[in-house]
């Protein structure tokens, strides 16, 4: 009997284990070409440094979570279109427990970037937020909290901005260097 309990305790662990990931997408390295992540893939676990190519665009749907392993960097060298609604809003955060500030890197557009638009996003738990080198993306009714910068400007960008909120940042929500 004792035997037969054992398996029964493994195969509940297996289950609630594969449970947990289900739907779960790993994401580490170059996205090459147009790529789109959505909400049934969800949530993307970043693995390692992840960067869009310059001739890439990466669209990001409507609800979708994107959890950061470690201290990695999201580098676009190509676009980010991540449009999510008032009612669904994208995630970008921490995949530690507990979750705290400075957890992961940055979301960072390079001058080689496109025009990157940021509607209804939630940044949280990362060290420089959304930071914009000498680029001009739109970024619209996001919330930027829990970073030590919310978001961070340089060189000359000059984005669109219209409703959004920082707050509870380490230095200042907006910086522009």
Known sequence: MPK???????LVFLNVLLASRSGAEDVCGNITQDTTWSLNESPYVVTCDVTVDPSAIL???PGVIVKFAAFYLFTVNGTLNAQGTAEQMI???SGRTPQKLGDWSEI???NLSGHSIFKYVRLEYSNNGLHAHTVSPTIEGSIFENNTYG????NGSDPVMKNNNTKNNLEQGIIIW
């Not at 978001?151 to 340089?154: N, S, T």
């Open 151 to 154: 978001i961070y400007l340089e």
């Open 4 to 10: 037969y309990r054992i398996v029964l305790v493994v």
């Open 59 to 61: 669209s990001i749907n």
């Open 108 to 110: 960072y557009l390079t």
């Open 91 to 93: 995630t970008f955060t």
